[in-house]
Nanobody, 128 residues
Framework: QAQLVESGGGLVQPGGSLTLSCAASGFTLDGYNVAWFRQAPGKEREGVSCISSRDGRITYNVDSVKGRFTISRDNAKNTVYLQMHSLKPEDTAVYYC????????????????????WGQGTQVTVSS
């Protein structure tokens, strides 16, 4: 059974760092784009970062996290990571990783409708 499992969330003080992991099971992740999304209470789910398939040569971060978040992939471990630095209270949300239905070509997106398989999410809380 194909599954995505996020981990690494937690409580961190403003200015701190966390690294989230998105581990795939039941399928090989390297042929798929992967994106991270987040959803804060009372808000819509929004795209944060994405990475292209295979060598992960193409990445994209939304403006609110540029310079602070880095997405990467380790195909040998069937895992995608989101390193988060200089965290702010407004980064507080449940973070989800997602893949499309089919193996991907060039480029990636953070458009929610481009993604079909989702993990269960991991909570990130930034608070003093």
């Amino acid at each position: 059974q194909a599954q995505l499992v996020e981990s690494g969330g937690g409580l961190v003080q403003p200015g701190g760092s966390l690294t989230l992991s998105c581990a795939a099971s039941g399928f090989t992740l390297d042929g798929y784009n992967v994106a991270w999304f987040r959803q804060a209470p009372g808000k819509e789910r929004e795209g944060v970062s994405c990475i292209s398939s295979r060598d992960g040569r193409i990445t994209y971060n939304v403006d609110s996290v540029k310079g602070r978040f880095t997405i990467s992939r380790d195909n040998a471990k069937n895992t995608v990571y989101l390193q988060m630095h200089s965290l702010k209270p407004e980064d507080t949300a449940v973070y989800y990783c997602a893949t499309p239905l089919y193996e991907s070509g060039a480029g990636c997106s953070v458009t929610i409708y481009d993604y079909d398989y989702w993990g269960q999410g991991t909570q990130v809380t930034v608070s003093s």
